[in-house]
């Protein structure tokens, strides 16, 4: 995949792991107590005091790594001299060379048919050359 | 228009019956469309270009300006971005019911984000069109020099060829 969308996959998933960090932990989170006024929450279910401690640290470790991993891609990316006018000009440039080399090519091209047709003349007269001494060696009348 | 639950496909078949013979009496196709136009009652637009962020009514937070800085601007604003979470996360414990503007702001900064990276699209289609052009040119300077040096061969054996015709 291309950097560019790797860096867009990228910002989803920070946006992805945001939302589910406070969404589980909102959801997850024992009652707190809000005022003195109101009696002790009642206490919490073992199978969340045990693990709960845990994810806030693993989500936001994972949100850390999510941005790093971000500014590692921005790193790599390749944006070699800026300004759409250098681009532009060095595509001009590109443009004229290749149309340079390609008339070459094709006066190459041309060249090489001229001589493809010279050697086939040539392996004709080579032919009959060899028809006639043959002919000579095996004192054949010539037909 | 045609508003029926299945409606026929347009009747314009009939004006090619004799297309065989004579391509000129039927119509030609219609001219490409340029502007807007309506397709099945939502409209579209024929030029493609990147809406700014003040047309869809978004802050811009990068500094506008001819060559914008990418890889410096992403990176700041990744910063405010883990910023803002951890000022939502405090806002959630100290008083939960200020969370709106925090996420609005958090919303803010991730469309910024994604408008940059999708302005860096021309730019890589350029570089992608400029590698291109260097491999093409590349190609045929190889196809010239493979003719050159098959021709130079052929002319070599044509010769030798001849060399050994006349001594005998």
């Known amino acids: 995949m291309d950097i560019i969308s790797q860096l867009q996959e990228q910002v989803n998933q920070i946006a992805g792991l945001t939302f589910n960090t406070f969404g589980t932990l909102q959801r997850d989170a024992p009652s707190a107590r809000l005022s003195q006024n109101y009696p002790e929450p009642p206490p919490n279910p073992t199978e969340d005091a045990a693990s709960f401690p845990e994810q806030p640290k693993q989500m936001s470790a994972a949100l850390v790594k999510a941005a790093k991993q971000f500014d590692a891609l921005v790193a790599a990316l390749p944006l070699s001299e800026g300004g759409e006018e250098a681009q532009l000009k060095r595509i001009a440039e590109l443009q004229a060379e290749n149309d340079a080399v390609g008339q070459e090519l094709q006066r190459q091209l041309e060249a090489a048919v001229v001589s493809m047709v010279a050697e086939r003349e040539l392996k004709l007269v080579q032919e009959l050359f060899g028809q006639t001494t043959d002919n000579c060696l095996n004192l054949k009348k010539p037909d | ?71 410096k601007e992403l990176r700041s604003l990744n910063r405010e971005l883990q910023l803002h979470i951890l000022e939502l996360a405090d806002v959630l414990v100290e008083r939960p019911s200020q969370y709106a503007r925090r996420v609005e702001d958090i919303s803010l900064i991730f469309k910024n984000l994604h408008h940059l990276l999708n302005s860096l699209r021309p730019h890589q289609a350029r570089a992608t069109l400029i590698h291109i052009l260097e491999l093409q040119i590349q190609r045929r300077k190889q196809a010239v020099e493979d003719i050159k040096r098959q021709r130079e061969d052929a002319q070599k054996l044509l010769k030798e060829a001849l060399g050994t015709l006349a001594g005998q």
């Open chain 2, 1 to 71: 228009m045609a508003t029926a639950t299945f409606p026929p496909p347009p009747p314009f078949y009939r004006l090619y019956k004799d297309y065989i013979e004579n391509p000129k009496s039927a119509p030609e196709p219609p001219p490409p469309i340029e502007g807007t136009y309506v397709c099945f009652a939502s409209s579209y637009t024929t030029d493609d270009v990147l809406p700014s962020l003040e047309e869809q009514g978004v802050r811009q937070l990068y500094p506008k300006g001819p060559n914008v800085d990418f890889k």
